[in-house]
């Protein structure tokens, strides 16, 4: 299974290079930055959508799962980026969006039955803030996210042929698999009945204060959801699927049944401490099936989510777990959030994490000859061109790692270590993580195979903010 511990990378397709001088990204733009990828060592990328799109959600809202947006490209881009990642050795994944389309789709208008519709509206919410119905022609109809993505009835079995015919589409043009969205909203209660309100038991992942005050057994996770996803199995054979499933990962049945991995949200949500991260960990790890995730388009990068300072021991900890990571674009340079709307579900609110990939020190990053559609974040100091040929730089860091995370043992064993120290082995290889602002000791021992800054490492003492990885530990038989 090639993706066991592959590296992912996350190319959202809008601001990664544009290659028509629109200031939009498209797919010749991601053809000719593939070296770029090859030279970093990943295995795959995963496109976020690229198929048209009112771009209510930026491709969230799909009109039709068969096509590409002209924004993006043409079937024949397409094609050809798929050929020449393969020629260079990298998959390519889609993002399947099956839990609504656009409300634009014609499907909307031509088989409103593909839908799910109330008379009145219940007391679901919509992730998006407010309630998840919206009026049409005197009824209701169902969107768990924007107005603009009307849900699917995956109980209807016309809709589902639909869906298996547009997974195989993408596969016969030779896609390795697909990232699958929102797939704990894919079916919800039959009879539509209201959430319940919270038992006061923690969902466990964090949610807005109006979520917070209903159970949400309802208006999701149904206890069929295993029935459609077996059918999406049957459509995509062994190619991969990897679900954001937004529960913790002691509520993964039945999506592990069906597809090969989730996002792992609760390390994703886990504060900078050694002891919460290692708690995320172990809750993890307790079952196989863990993608690991820290950063994408909707919830920011590694340098402002962890802080500057922390941002390459979260890199280390992203690379050095045991199964597949996802990299969001621009954190192999430490590129930071730009500016955007404060509330992070409003129409802008998620710009900060989006603004285009920096390749070089001109002013729009050398993203596009036009006018970028989001502006650089301070591209003259960080940008592909600066960190590639200097060994100290956080592209450099990365790029080594990935090429240590192929020798690394398959098992993973948590160490104790001192407050603030997070520590782990895989085989013969120890990682030791100081997320505090002070000094700590750290249980590694052996010689120094990766640090994430020259001379973090010291005698057994780990800087400030520092993470390294040795061969051997102190005590262990090899150390
Ligand atoms: C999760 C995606 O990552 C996000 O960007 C999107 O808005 C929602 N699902 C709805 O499709």
Redesign the pocket.
Known sequence: MWWQDAVVYQVYPRSFQDSDGDGVGDLPGIEQRLDHLAWLGVDALWLSPVYPSPMH?FG?DVADYEGIDPLFGSLEDFDSLVAAARERGLRVLMDL?P??SSIEHPWFREHPDWYIWRAEPNNWLS?FGGSAWSPLDGRWYLHS?YPE?PDLDWRNPEVVGAMQEALRFWIDRGVAGYRV??IDRLLKDPELRDDPPSTGEPFGLPLSDAEKRLALTRSRNAPDTGAALAKMREAVDDHLLVG?VYLPSARWQPYLQHLDAAFAFELLHADWDAAVLRRAIEATTRRPGAAWVLS???FGRLVTRFGAENARSAALMLLTLPGPAFLYQGDEIGLGDGPGGERQFDRAG?DRFRHPMQWDASPAGGFTTGEPWLPAVDAERINVEAQRDDPRSTLSMVRDLLTLRRVLGNELELIDAAPGVLSYRRGEHAVAINTSSGKRPAPLDGDVVLETSPGALRGRELAAHSGAVTMGLRGSPKG
């Open positions: 959600d969230y969006v839990c609504h992730a996210f993505q969205d929102a954001e994408n388009h909707d998620r």
